[in-house]
């Protein structure tokens, strides 16, 4: 599986971005997929995920209510809308796909990763 994320960018406190995940297989509909972002000089962090139908999400304390994560199985793609962000969002955004469950933090494939920064 390739993931390809895109979406990145510079934006003000308080903005908004969409970042999206393309995926090459034909078999999308059958992972969970999720976002995770790096800071710099720091682990990389669980952002959110999405079960396979779209039907159950899950979230990182520091994202809820402000992100959401969302899926379109008829194009390959994931998305993750971003809202009201700040400084501390600054980060590298990857997508990833994971065949185990939505609680699961083995993730067998990552895409390339995509910059957001937040200036204040």
């Known amino acids: 599986v390739q993931l390809q994320a895109s979406g990145g960018g510079l934006v003000q406190a308080g903005g908004s971005l969409r970042l999206s995940c393309a995926a090459s297989?034909?078999?999308?509909?059958?992972?969970?997929m999720g976002w995770f972002r790096q800071a710099p000089g720091k682990e990389r962090l669980f952002v959110a995920a999405?079960?396979?139908?779209?039907?159950?999400?899950k979230y990182a304390d520091s994202v809820k209510g402000r992100f959401t994560i969302f899926r379109d199985n008829a194009k390959n793609t994931v998305y993750l809308q971003m809202n009201s962000l700040n400084p501390e969002d600054t980060a590298v955004y990857y997508c990833?796909?994971?065949?185990w469950g939505l609680g699961s933090s083995s993730y067998d494939y990552w895409g390339q990763g995509t910059q957001v920064t937040v200036s204040s």
């Open positions: 990833a796909a994971t065949r």
């Open positions: 999405i079960a396979w139908n779209g039907g159950n999400t």
């Open positions: 297989a034909r078999t999308f509909s059958s992972y969970v």
